[in-house]
Each structure stands twice: as C-alpha cells, then as structure tokens.
C-alpha cells in the first residue's frame, strides 16, 4: 500500500483522504504520482464552483489573486514542511504534524500551559471543519431545492431532508463505506467542470469582458480574498502527506506542480464562466447552465456533496472526541452516549449555521478570512520565523514578513466584511 493508514494521517480528512482510502486499495502507483493525484482532488473539490462569482466580484485584480494565491500557498506549505525538520538538508524529521510545529514554536510562552499551541490549532481546526460541514450542507440544501423547483418545496425543507441524509453519519466508525463511492462522486465532479467549460466555449461569440473591471467595491473584493484563498487551503494536510511518502525529497515538487495545476485550472474555470454569463454569474456556477442541462449536473453535485459532509464530520468528531472525552480510534470500536452526544450537537451546529447563513459565497469568504487565513498565510510564517530565523536570508525573512503582514490584513478585514455582509442579510 503506498500510503500509510489512516490513523497516521492524522485528523484532517477532506476529499483527498477519501480518495486514499480508494486508490490504495485499487492501485500499485508510485507515491508521487499518487500523492499527487489526491492532493490536486482536494484542491480542486466543490468549492471551486464558488470561485467564478467571486470572480465577478474582485474583477481583473481577482485575476491575479487566483495566480498570486497559488504561489503564496505552495510557499507556506513548503516552509510549513521545512519547520518539521531540526537541519537543512532534510534529515532529521523531528515533528510530524502543524499541532507539533505549533507547540515547538509556542515553547517557552506560556510554562503553565504546555499544550496551549496545540489546543488552539485543535479549535481552529474544528471551526474549519464545521464551516466545511455547513458549506456542504449550504450547497446540498440549494441544489436540492433547484432541482425540485418545479414543485415549490420550501427552501427549509430541502435543508430538513439534506439533514436526513446526514443522520448515519452519527454512527460513522470507518470512512471506508463510503469512500468508493465518493470517490466516483469525486470523478463526475471533474466531469462537470469539464462539462461547464466546454459549454462556455461553445458560447465564445457572445463572451463579453465588461463585467471585469479594475474598479470594484472594497466589501466585495475583501470578501471575494477570502473565497479565494479558502479554496487553497490544505496547510494543515501536508506534514501528514509529506510523512507517507516514501522519497520525500519530492514533495516540493509534487507541491509546485500541483499548485500550478489547480492555478491553470481554476482560473481557467472562473474566467471561461464569467466570460459567458458576466454579472449575471452565480453564486453556485451551476445554477447558470441551461435547464435541459441543469437537473442532471445538479444531481451528481448534490450526490457528490452529501458524500463529502462525512469527511469532515468524522474529523471534527474525531478531534472533539479526543479533546473531551479522552477517546481515540483505537480506544472505540463503536459509539458511546457521551461521543453521540458530541456528535449530535456538531451536526445540529452545522445544520443551524447552514439555516442562519444560506449565503454560499458569503460563508465561504469568511471561513477563509478566519481558519484559512490564519492557518494557510499567518502562521506557517509565524512558524518560520520564529522555529528558523538563523538559517534564513534576508529575502527569505522579508517574504515571510509580507506574507505573515498580507495575512492579518486580510483575515481582519476580510472577517469585519463578511459579518457584516452576513448580518445585513439576515
């Protein structure tokens, strides 16, 4: 098997762990190829359907963000990775996860709390998961209820019975049950990406390049940054997947190629759409296609949607159970009352947020301005800085340095904007 089992990736689960959980069990690949493949799927999961409304809404400066993100995260995930490493050339692997950077880096800080920087990327973790969870639900609930439009089910039902399909996730021990399936689910979302820019290009004639402009409204951009840089978040991943492989003299590389990839593609995905529709673009791209075309795609995204909410449901659970309760997978082989408990109260959680927030773009926006922010820009910086200042030059510390002041810029405005987006709409 090329990668190691589940339990030594960690807590973090997401598309990309479900594929694994596939793919190794189907195929003898090399590790870097497969490493590779999972780790493009996560970058480009469901939310980049997002990307082309945000697209709209940050203009031609949206544009070079999708490029310059790309670019940033491959950098903090390399440097990330660097940090788990005591010498230069790679050697001595001393930490093998962000909450062991974490603690290493907040050393000292505070002796009366010495697993203080853990617990705090444990929390950050959970509020990406449950976010992750609402999203899901969010984009579960509106592709459910356009696909019944013709019946005038109320919105509030579609979002009741997407929560019925989520109730088995209350006894998930084992992601293995799901996992084919969503990783076929995962192949018919590659598809109807494809499918979506084909149909653009068949409407080339009338593409019109008005609606990006290099004027746009500070709210909206800020929101948009944040759309953006969620959509690239996969920090918290990496020392896990850089641990499983087997020469990890490649990761950089698999990490600059696959950045690249997801650039190219992504970009591509929200220029050819926005190009077609202008500002009539959708929050949810889907919801623009023609009606003859529409039910069929939203019903492999609502399949695709409602498989992927177990991921990071079990992790979240998973990491809650650990924290409260003292569990671990090897500890349950079931679920107790105390874990259903836990369990229970995450999915309600989820489910409230996704009736409270219905705004996919605005929710998006600011789960990257709070989690992603912090844990994909400000402190891998943080990390490198401080875990490795005497070996850095001094271009390697001004990088840091402005990635690490980009980062809080954007995750404090970027959050002030989102809230108050999101409270104006309630």
Not at 111 to 122: F, I, R, T
Not at 185 to 203: D, F, Q, T
Not at 229 to 240: E, G, N, R
Not at 393 to 398: A, G, I, K, M, N
């Amino acid at each position: 098997m090329s990668i190691r089992q589940y339990d030594e990736i960690g807590s973090f689960s997401n598309d990309v762990l479900i594929s694994s959980h596939s793919l190794s069990s189907f195929t003898n690949q090399p590790i870097f190829v497969l490493s590779s493949h999972l780790f493009l799927s996560y970058l480009q999961g469901i939310f980049v359907l997002g990307l082309p409304f945000a697209l709209v809404q940050s203009g031609y400066v949206g544009l070079v963000l999708l490029v310059l993100s790309a670019w940033v995260c491959n950098h903090t995930g390399s440097i990330l990775v660097a940090c788990l490493y005591e010498d230069e050339q790679r050697y001595v692997r001393v930490r093998h996860s962000y909450q062991d950077v974490m603690e290493a880096c907040c050393k000292g800080l505070w002796p009366n709390w010495p697993g203080l920087g853990g617990w705090m990327v444990n929390v950050s973790q959970v509020i990406e998961l449950l976010m992750t969870c609402t999203l899901y639900l969010v984009v579960s609930t509106g592709l459910l209820s356009d696909s019944l439009s013709g019946m005038a089910v109320p919105r509030s039902v579609c979002s009741l019975v997407s929560l019925m399909f989520m109730l088995p996730c209350l006894l998930l021990t084992d992601l293995r049950p799901v996992s084919t399936l969503s990783l076929l689910c995962s192949l018919a979302h590659i598809l109807i990406s494809l499918l979506v820019m084909l149909y653009c290009l068949s409407r080339a004639s009338s593409w019109s390049w008005s609606t990006l402009s290099l004027s746009v409204d500070p709210e909206n951009f800020l929101v948009s940054v944040g759309v953006i840089i969620f959509s690239y978040t996969s920090q918290i991943f990496l020392p896990p997947l850089e641990g499983s492989m087997e020469d990890r003299g490649q990761f950089n590389a698999m990490l600059g190629w696959t950045h690249g990839a997801a650039c190219i593609m992504k970009t591509l995905f929200s220029l050819l759409a926005v190009l077609t529709w202008g500002a009539e673009t959708s929050e949810v791209i889907t919801d623009n296609l023609p009606s003859d075309l529409r039910p069929l795609v939203n019903l492999c995204l609502l399949a695709k949607a409602l498989l992927s909410y177990p991921l990071p449901f079990y992790s979240a659970a998973e990491i809650l159970q650990t924290c409260l309760l003292g569990e671990t997978p090897e500890v349950y082989s079931g679920v107790s009352r105390p874990a259903l408990l836990v369990r229970t109260a995450l999915l309600m959680t989820s489910y409230l947020l996704a009736l409270l927030v219905p705004s996919f773009s605005l929710l998006m926006g600011l789960t990257g301005s709070v989690t992603g922010s912090a844990m994909t820009l400000i402190l891998p910086c943080l990390f490198h800085l401080r875990l490795q200042w005497g070996r850095l030059t001094v271009r390697d510390q001004l990088i840091d340095v402005c990635i690490l002041s980009l980062g809080v810029i954007c995750s404090v405005s970027g959050v002030i904007c989102s809230v108050k987006r999101l409270v104006g709409a309630l």
